[in-house]
């Protein structure tokens, strides 16, 4: 049975897209990809159609990872297709959580954090208005974050 699983930021072209690219290829090195459906969209609209920001590009084309995606806003089609739902902070959680229309929508949604060690730090900073060292702080917090996922997602298989 596939699993989905969808990131979510608020632009969809710094932090959803590069978590969504380093946890496809976390999934696929434990040979898990068939299993496990992956994507990634924003609660806003600013940049939909639009590749991932050539900074966070850059930074996954240097930790090795593919640099893919495509803007896009949230529906409400994702709460009942996908399986778990991950915002990368809480503003974007809280604005999911407005979107909901049952508990069982609601109960989808898991902030990424719960799945960092130590739940640390609680929100995944945008980088947006930041330098280039903030794009590469996201990934490695990606990076912390996808072994915990996966056994959320697979919990017998993934350790
Ligand atoms: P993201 O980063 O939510 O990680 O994709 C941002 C992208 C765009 C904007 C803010 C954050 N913006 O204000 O346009």
Known sequence: ????????????????????????????????????????????????????????RQALQSRG???????RQITEHDFTYYDLIVPMDRDNQNHLYALVKDQRERSKVRLFSDF??????????????GGSDGFLEVIALLEAGCPALLSELIPDRSR
Do not use: W
Request: proline share 8%; hydrophobic share 30%; with cysteine.
């Open 1 to 56: 049975m596939t699993r989905r699983v969808l990131f979510v930021c608020l632009g969809n072209i710094c932090r959803s897209p590069a978590a969504e690219n380093i946890f496809r290829s976390f999934v696929s090195d434990k040979s898990q990809d068939n299993a496990i459906e992956i994507d990634s969209c924003g609660t806003a609209n600013y940049h939909e159609g639009k590749n991932p920001d050539s900074r966070m």
């Open 116 to 129: 960092l060690p130590n739940y640390q730090p609680i929100d995944i900073p945008d980088p947006y208005y």
């Open 65 to 71: 990872y593919a640099d893919e995606g495509r803007a």
